[in-house]
């Protein structure tokens, strides 16, 4: 057979961690692995080998690959939707600009559309001018500090690019717009904006009794919303609430909008729909819809009754289609005309699924919104179910065949030009420039038998395996299956070849079946095994007895299939270990003994004997036959006492082995003291964060880690904390709440013991404390108890805010503080490590590499400065007096070694500190050029923007 990237058939396998080991290993110096990767990032079910193949398809900068990428930013997963957004400004794709607008207004994921901005600016410059201004109103900060970032580079030389900037913050009406323009003008030395300028975001201030619910803290917020009855309300806060990034505050919001079950409510809480770009506000909606009580027709009626708004809509025609209600969707069939392109996308979405409504429903293919035009295609692509609508389908996309403009749209054209046989269609789609459009022309008129010679002979030895799947036959399938460098082409070969097995000559499809056993691919070798006869040629028979030692399960049910389907089976390998030639073959006899011997009778053991006593046999076989031994009854040897000598002693159960742990005093280890809460911990608190395996999680814990940071969405943590991997009572584990509150905080510290299977933890934190009224006596008593009651070894708070810790450790003993930490943010340093030293409380620090600004050069410094790396900032913060651990949240294996290096030497050395305060004192001088919602960009070239692509920056 024609050799196959190994790493490629791996990237077939069954196993989604084999699948993202592959993705790695696939050579793309060649197209057949480049388009193994596209194949891969456009099909395979796992999101993390999807995002992994657009990664590397952006390394290979191979333009043939950006209509794939581009469809990939319609994947459902944000991880596949970013990479692929890198991978179009790897290639510098200015197909990516008109994408990138739509995704500026919908992207739901905030990160994945600062990848958009970022990537439209490094591949188009000036030419993206517009979108980074519309980023400058987006919601999210990091979302406009991309957009900052970029603008601060193209300002820079550009005259046109400033004017343009401050003509956009004349007119308008966002403080965030204005803030951001008045940060350009101090990077470009004019002169900023009036000081009165308005701040970013003006938040409304509560209508609630005075001070009655506000706060800083949403935790404070939340604890004084579930003391208040829902009528001491308003609405609009409730409603407000469903957009916050508090959690706990959101889902009490949801309860108390359903316990007021005022229509009021739902009219406002709708609006939410139409601002994907806000997190989890739509999905709170939704929730609160499907847990309402309400009459769904009437509340349809309601939204119709009402000037349209797009998410509302959508709402209302969904449920029109659902109801079948004849009333609501005459009502709502207007609205698919309607002048605002969102309103009518959203009329369709319910449209779609009502058979009266599909003349409307096919016009739309005429509407010059392309997003308007993507519900008749999605429909399409679901294939209609009756026949008729199925050809009406049909026919409206060939004749929307000339206005057809995306990939996506053509394929379409393609397919309906195929199921109507349009053979002129066909080939004018069989030339596109597309390969996937193409490929749907060229296999629909290979079927039908028009291409010529030279056309087959052109698709057959293109170089998309695409192309060369569609054009397939009987014949050229057989060739295929044996040498196409492309994997999925054999695949699709040996299926073809499959479904015409009865039209094949015998000998044809035994030469297929035994050319693909031998495959390195496992699927093919289960076909070719289905493809056998354990009656047929003595050939055969070996071929599936091999088949069914092989290492994949898939591959050895479809040998024992076919073995256990053969009447004579036991005649035929009889025969065949009697056999010269092949029959030799330690595995074959192996593997025939064992289906000769299956059933265990008398015969069986007559057979066994006599091989036993056969000295020709290989001492491989012998081997086997004697282990065979053990699956006959004991009296069964009784007239066979040379044969009983020679069976093996039964293998005693193994003892459970004991459990792996690692030494209390790891050679990689300096545990320190946590204050006097009694703990010893690692100089590094590891976080799940990120998902890191439980393997790895053991790997750092041998490394002498036994400091764990946990939360209960840290899945691969909390199955490593609740596994035989090592003892428990060797860890020290950090959780905490979001919460305030006595019972709120005895809540959530019964979910977590529960979570983790134990009756104690060792450190519970408040998470994120913003404000002095989270750590009153009333929270700090509730810990206390719980403390005295064992559930807990020790408790404190986790905040970025140093004037309220310290103010908190005069106040109360609290035994442990978390705060804000890093040679940018080295405050911390004059007064709460030495009042915590002072008086024994514990102290843990996160955000060491300052989210990753300390690993990047600061503005105006010199390019052949010395860079920290995330170990230096590390050991930054653990060599000031009190510290004694630092938050580590590694993205990767990789990130985890490194970060390791920390436990061998824990503390910076005397003569790099200085250098390294002087770089945190650059990178914080760049930060204090922000107000309170923009951040510094390094600024610089396209490169640069590449860069801020690339940047995993750590979260702590």
Same mark, same amino acid.
């Given at each position: 057979?024609g050799?196959?990237d190994?790493a490629?058939?791996?990237?077939?396998?069954?196993?989604a961690?084999v699948?993202?080991?592959a993705?790695?290993?696939?050579?793309?110096?060649?197209?057949?692995?480049?388009?193994?990767?596209r194949?891969?990032?456009?099909t395979d079910?796992d999101?993390?080998?999807?995002?992994?193949?657009?990664r590397?398809?952006g390394?290979?900068r191979?333009?043939?690959?950006?209509?794939?990428?581009?469809e990939?930013?319609g994947?459902?997963?944000p991880?596949?939707?970013?990479?692929a957004w890198r991978a179009?400004a790897?290639l510098?794709a200015?197909?990516?600009l008109?994408?990138v607008?739509?995704?500026?207004?919908?992207?739901?994921?905030?990160w994945?559309?600062?990848?958009?901005?970022?990537?439209a600016?490094s591949?188009?410059?000036t030419g993206a001018?517009?979108?980074?201004l519309?980023?400058?109103?987006d919601?999210f900060?990091?979302?406009?500090n991309?957009?900052v970032?970029?603008?601060?580079?193209?300002?820079?030389a550009?005259?046109?690019?400033?004017q +343009?900037v401050? #003509? !956009?913050?004349?007119g308008?009406?966002?403080? $965030?717009v @204005?803030a951001?323009t008045?940060? =350009? &003008?101090?990077?470009w030395?004019?002169?900023?904006l009036?000081p009165?300028a308005?701040?970013?975001?003006?938040?409304e201030?509560?209508?609630?009794?005075?001070?009655?619910?506000?706060?800083e803290?949403?935790?404070?917020?939340?604890a004084?919303l579930?003391?208040m009855?829902?009528s001491?309300v308003?609405?609009?806060?409730l409603?407000?609430?469903?957009?916050?990034?508090?959690?706990p505050?959101?889902?009490l919001?949801r309860?108390?909008?359903?316990e007021?079950?005022?229509p009021?409510?739902?009219?406002l809480?709708l609006r939410?729909?139409?601002?994907?770009?806000?997190?989890?506000?739509?999905?709170e909606v939704q929730?609160?819809?499907?847990?309402l009580?309400?009459?769904?027709?009437?509340?349809?009626?309601?939204?119709?009754?009402?000037?349209p +708004?797009?998410? #509302? !809509?959508?709402?209302a025609a969904r449920?029109a $289609?659902? @109801?079948?209600?004849?009333g609501? =969707? &005459?009502?709502?069939?207007?609205?698919?005309?309607h002048?605002?392109p969102?309103?009518r996308?959203a009329a369709?979405?319910g449209?779609v699924h009502d058979?009266?409504?599909r003349?409307?429903v096919?016009?739309?293919?005429?509407?010059s919104?392309?997003r308007?035009r993507e519900?008749v295609l999605?429909a399409?692509?679901r294939r209609?179910?009756a026949?008729?609508?199925?050809?009406?389908?049909?026919?409206?996309?060939?004749?929307?065949a000339?206005a057809a403009?995306?990939?996506?749209?053509r394929r379409?054209?393609?397919e309906?030009a195929?199921f109507?046989?349009?053979?002129?269609?066909?080939a004018r789609?069989?030339?596109d420039?597309?390969p996937?459009?193409r490929?749907?022309a060229?296999a629909a008129?290979?079927q039908r038998g028009?291409?010529?010679?030279a056309q087959?002979r052109?698709?057959?030895?293109?170089e998309?395996?695409w192309? @060369?799947a569609?054009v397939l036959d009987? &014949?050229?399938?057989?060739a295929?299956c044996a040498?196409?460098p492309?994997?999925?082409v054999?695949?699709?070969?040996?299926?073809?070849?499959v479904?015409r097995?009865y039209?094949?000559?015998?000998?044809e499809?035994?030469?297929?079946?035994?050319?693909?056993s031998?495959?390195p691919?496992?699927?093919?070798?289960?076909r070719?095994?289905?493809?056998l006869q354990?009656e047929?040629e003595r050939?055969?028979?070996?071929a599936?007895?091999r088949l069914s030692?092989?290492?994949?399960p898939?591959v050895?049910?479809?040998a024992a299939?076919?073995l256990?389907?053969c009447?004579?089976?036991?005649e035929?390998?009889?025969?065949?270990?009697?056999?010269?030639g092949e029959?030799?073959?330690?595995?074959?006899?192996?593997s025939a003994?064992?289906?000769l011997?299956?059933?265990?009778?008398?015969?069986a053991?007559?057979?066994?004997?006599?091989?036993? @006593?056969d000295?020709?046999?290989p001492e491989r076989?012998?081997?086997?036959l004697?282990?065979l031994?053990l699956v006959?009854?004991?009296?069964?040897f009784?007239?066979?006492?040379?044969?009983?000598?020679?069976?093996?002693?039964?293998?005693q159960r193994?003892?459970?082995?004991?459990v792996r742990?690692?030494?209390?005093s790891s050679?990689h280890?300096s545990?320190?003291?946590?204050g006097?809460?009694g703990?010893?911990?690692?100089p590094l608190?590891?976080?799940?964060?990120?998902g890191?395996?439980a393997?790895?999680l053991?790997?750092?814990?041998?490394a002498?880690?036994?400091?764990?940071f946990?939360?209960p969405?840290y899945t691969?943590?909390?199955?490593?904390?609740?596994?035989?991997r090592?003892?428990?009572?060797?860890?020290?584990?950090v959780a905490?709440?979001?919460?305030s509150?006595?019972?709120?905080i005895?809540?959530d510290v019964?979910a977590a013991l529960?979570?983790l299977?134990?009756?104690r933890l060792d450190?519970?934190?408040l998470f994120?404390?913003?404000s002095?009224?989270?750590?009153d006596?009333?929270?700090?008593?509730a810990?206390?108890?719980?403390?005295?009651?064992?559930?807990?070894?020790?408790f404190?708070?986790?905040?970025?805010h140093r004037?309220i810790a310290?103010e908190a450790?005069?106040?109360?003993p609290w035994?442990?503080?978390?705060?804000?930490?890093s040679?940018?943010h080295?405050?911390a340093e004059a007064?709460?490590f030495p009042?915590?030293?002072?008086r024994?409380?514990?102290?843990?620090?996160?955000t060491?590499?300052?989210?990753?600004?300390l690993?990047?050069p600061?503005p105006?410094?010199?390019?052949?400065t010395?860079?920290?790396?995330?170990?230096d900032?590390?050991r930054y913060?653990l060599?000031?007096?009190g510290?004694?651990?630092?938050?580590?949240a590694?993205?990767?294996h990789?990130e985890l070694?490194q970060?390791l290096?920390?436990?061998?030497r824990?503390?910076?050395?005397?003569?790099?500190?200085?250098?390294m305060?002087?770089?945190?004192a650059r990178?914080?001088?760049a930060n204090?050029?922000?107000?309170?919602?923009?951040r510094?960009a390094?600024?610089?070239?396209?490169?640069t923007l590449?860069?801020l692509?690339d940047?995993?920056a750590s979260d702590?």
């Open positions: 057979m050799l196959l190994p490629a058939v791996r990237l077939l396998d069954e196993n961690e699948r993202r080991d993705v790695d290993a696939v050579d793309t110096s060649a197209p057949p692995g480049r388009f193994a990767l194949q891969a990032l456009l079910e999101a993390e080998v999807r995002a992994s193949a657009a590397r398809l390394d290979a191979d333009e043939r690959f950006v209509p794939a990428l581009l990939a930013l994947d459902p997963m991880s596949v939707r970013d990479r179009l790897r510098g200015e197909a990516l008109p994408p607008s739509r995704a500026l207004r919908e992207e739901p994921v905030w994945v559309r600062r990848a958009a901005i970022r990537a600016a591949v188009a410059g001018l517009e979108l980074l519309e980023a400058l109103e919601p900060w990091r979302v406009r991309a957009a970032q970029a603008l601060a580079w193209l300002g820079e550009d005259a046109l690019v400033r +343009r401050r #003509a !956009v913050a004349d308008s009406r966002m403080g $965030a @204005r951001a008045a940060y =350009l &003008e101090g990077v030395g004019g002169a900023a009036a009165e308005p701040p970013l975001f003006v938040p201030p509560l209508q609630v009794g005075a001070g009655a619910l506000d706060n803290d949403p935790a404070v917020v939340t004084r579930e003391r009855p829902a001491d308003p609405v609009s806060e409603v407000k609430w469903l957009g916050d990034p508090h959690e505050l959101r889902a919001a309860r108390r909008l359903r007021r079950r005022e009021e409510a739902l009219r809480a939410w729909l139409d601002e994907p770009r806000v997190p989890h506000a739509a999905g929730a609160l819809l499907e847990r009580d309400v009459d769904d027709v009437a509340l349809a009626s309601r939204i119709l009754d009402e000037p +708004r797009p998410g #509302a !809509v959508g709402l449920v $289609a659902r @109801r079948a209600h004849a609501l =969707l &005459e009502r709502i069939r207007p609205l698919a005309r002048p605002e969102a309103v996308r369709l979405s449209l058979p009266e409504s003349a409307v096919l016009s739309a293919l005429e509407d919104e392309e308007v519900g999605a399409w692509e209609p179910v026949p008729e609508a199925l050809e009406a389908h049909a026919r409206a996309l060939v004749a929307f000339p403009r995306s990939s996506r749209e379409a054209v393609a309906a195929a109507l046989e349009d053979e002129v269609l066909l789609a069989s030339e420039e597309d996937s459009v490929a749907v060229l008129l290979a028009v291409l010529s010679e087959l052109a698709a057959s030895t293109h998309d395996p192309i @060369r569609a009987t &014949e050229s399938a057989r295929a040498s196409d492309d994997l999925s054999r695949r699709a070969a040996m299926r073809l070849l479904s097995r039209e094949l000559p015998l000998a499809s035994r030469s297929v079946a035994l050319l693909g031998g495959s691919d496992p699927w093919i070798r289960a070719a095994a289905g493809l354990a047929g050939e055969e028979l070996g599936l007895l030692l092989d290492t994949s898939m050895r049910a479809a299939s076919v256990e389907a009447e004579t089976l036991d035929r390998l009889a025969e065949l270990l009697q056999s010269p029959a030799r073959t330690e595995d074959v006899r192996v003994y064992t289906w011997l299956r059933r265990a009778d008398g015969p053991f007559e057979r066994l004997c006599a091989a036993l @006593r000295a020709s046999e076989v012998t081997s086997h004697e282990a031994t006959f009854p004991d009296e069964a009784a007239a066979a006492p040379d044969i009983e000598r020679r069976r093996p002693t039964r293998p193994a003892k459970m082995a004991p742990t690692a030494p209390e050679p280890s545990r320190r003291p946590l006097r809460t703990l010893s911990v690692s608190v590891l976080s799940g964060a990120h890191l395996s393997g790895a053991a790997e750092a814990h041998e002498g880690v036994n400091a764990f946990w939360e969405r691969e943590l909390t199955r490593f904390l609740r596994s035989g090592t003892r428990r009572d060797g860890l020290v584990v905490g709440t979001y919460h509150g006595a019972e709120a005895r809540r019964r529960r979570l299977r134990t009756d450190v519970f934190l994120w404390v913003r002095r009224e989270r750590l006596a009333e929270n700090f008593e810990l206390e108890a719980l403390r005295a009651e064992g559930h807990l070894r020790a404190g708070f986790s905040t970025h004037d310290l450790l005069r106040q109360h035994p442990v503080v978390m705060t804000r930490h040679a940018a080295p405050g007064a709460l009042e915590a030293l002072a024994g409380t514990g102290v843990l620090t996160f060491a590499t300052c989210y990753g600004r690993l990047r600061a105006g410094e010199p390019v052949d010395l860079l920290p790396s995330a170990v900032c590390y913060a060599s000031q007096p510290v004694g651990a630092c938050l580590s590694p993205r990767n990789r070694k970060n290096e920390v436990l061998e824990p503390w910076m050395m005397p003569d790099v500190l200085a250098a305060r002087a770089h945190g990178v914080r001088a204090q050029r922000f107000n309170a919602l923009v510094q390094p600024g610089g070239t396209r490169d590449l860069a692509l940047e995993e702590v």
